[in-house]
C-alpha cells in the first residue's frame, strides 16, 4: 500500500517545476517578475507555486514511509 500511494504522490508532483526551469531559463530577475502568457502570474509566482508543491509532495512521502500501519 505505502509504495502505491507514494507512486500517486509522485505523480501528482510530475515535472512541471523542472519544465518551469527549462522554459524559463536565461530570463534576468527583472523579467521573472513579468507575467507569463495569459496566466496572469509572473514566471517567479509559478515556479514558487510548482517548487511549494514538489516541497509537499516530499514531505507526505516522508510521512507515509514512516506510517506503520501501511505495511
Do not use: V
Amino acid at each position: 500500500m505505502k509504495d502505491f500511494i507514494i507512486r500517486c504522490i509522485e505523480q501528482h508532483r510530475g515535472d512541471d517545476y523542472y519544465r518551469a526551469i527549462t522554459a524559463f531559463m536565461g530570463r534576468t530577475a527583472k523579467q521573472l517578475q513579468e507575467p507569463y502568457g495569459q496566466s496572469g502570474q509572473t514566471c517567479q509566482t509559478i515556479l514558487d507555486g510548482y517548487k511549494q508543491r514538489g516541497d509537499k509532495c516530499d514531505k507526505a512521502i516522508a510521512a507515509i514511509k514512516k506510517c506503520d500501519k501501511l505495511d
